[in-house]
């Protein structure tokens, strides 16, 4: 089964960048698979927040964050990025990457291909 390990998270000013990045373990070949980022904040529901096809053709993002955020992926590093920039103080929380089943809007827990989450990254933002 997939493993993911997310990471770059961390306190940004509102305004600020941050870039996450979700790696996946060594035994599986990436190409194949759709990737969603998801926040999650205490007490709410995970929400989708951006999505990327298999081939990196199709991008999606939830409308609060469109202009502002950048997903992307590298299958050759195993790879998944999430540009997030201009930050807004309700983007608190913490970032789950999964892979999916296909990469639509709005972006859905149930749509997680095996229904794994890591440990997902914590972001801050925060003058």
């Known amino acids: 089964q997939l493993q993911l390990v997310e990471s770059g998270g961390g306190l940004a000013q509102p305004g600020g960048s941050l870039r996450l990045s979700c790696v996946a373990s060594d035994d599986i070949v990436l190409d194949y698979f759709a990737f969603g980022w998801f926040r999650q904040v205490p007490g709410n529901e995970r929400e989708g927040v951006s999505c990327i096809s298999s081939e990196g053709k199709d991008k999606k993002y939830e409308d609060s964050v469109k202009g502002r955020f950048a997903i992307s992926r590298d299958d050759a590093k195993k790879t998944v990025y999430l540009q997030m920039n201009n930050l807004e103080p309700e983007e608190t929380g913490i970032y789950y990457c999964?892979?999916?089943?296909?990469?639509?809007?709005?972006?859905?827990?149930?749509?997680?291909?095996?229904?794994?989450w890591g440990q997902g990254t914590q972001v801050t933002v925060s003058s």
């Open positions: 999964t892979a999916i089943l296909v990469c639509m809007m709005p972006l859905t827990p149930d749509i997680s291909r095996w229904d794994n």
